[in-house]
């Protein structure tokens, strides 16, 4: 486990880069793990994506289903792709828990879809 610091607060994160605690979270959280992952500076349309992402997981405690995050968010198809590269580095930097069980896979780099694994 690691900390972050950010405007004086220590933000605990665990070994894979996620919050220990999803509350910690706000938008210079997002920005501190989007420099961690090597992103840089989050854009407006990628904060949308994480704002809606954790508002969709808070409702249903489940990853929403990636064209509906772009629909919902007004942004083109496979946004989510375009903007993280990953969807569980959006997950990651949205500062929600690590799905257990459950790893994104791509065949083309471009089109996602969540697989079950032990």
Same mark, same amino acid.
């Given at each position: 486990?690691?900390?972050?610091? %950010?405007?004086?607060?220590?933000i605990? @994160?665990?070994?894979?880069?996620?919050?220990?605690d999803q509350n910690d979270? +706000?938008?210079e $959280?997002a920005?501190? !793990?989007?420099?961690?992952?090597?992103?840089?500076? !989050?854009? $407006?349309?990628?904060? &949308?994506?994480?704002?809606?992402?954790r $508002?969709?997981?808070?409702?249903?405690? @489940?990853?929403?289903? !990636? +064209? +509906?995050?772009?629909?919902?968010?007004?942004q083109?198809?496979?946004? $989510?792709?375009?903007?993280? %590269? +990953?969807?569980?580095?959006?997950?990651?930097?949205?500062?929600? /828990?690590k799905? &257990?069980?459950?790893?994104? @896979?791509?065949? &083309?780099?471009?089109?996602?879809?969540?697989? /079950?694994?032990?």
């Amino acid at each position: 486990m690691s900390t972050l610091e %950010i405007q004086g607060k220590k933000i605990r @994160v665990e070994a894979n880069g996620y919050l220990v605690d999803q509350n910690d979270w +706000n938008e210079e $959280v997002a920005m501190a !793990l989007a420099e961690q992952e090597g992103m840089g500076v !989050l854009s $407006v349309e990628q904060m &949308d994506i994480l704002r809606f992402m954790r $508002v969709y997981f808070v409702k249903y405690r @489940v990853f929403p289903l !990636l +064209n +509906n995050v772009c629909r919902i968010t007004h942004q083109p198809k496979q946004c $989510v792709t375009r903007q993280f %590269i +990953n969807p569980e580095k959006a997950w990651k930097i949205a500062g929600l /828990p690590k799905q &257990d069980g459950v790893r994104f @896979v791509s065949m &083309d780099g471009e089109h996602f879809f969540m697989e /079950p694994y032990c």
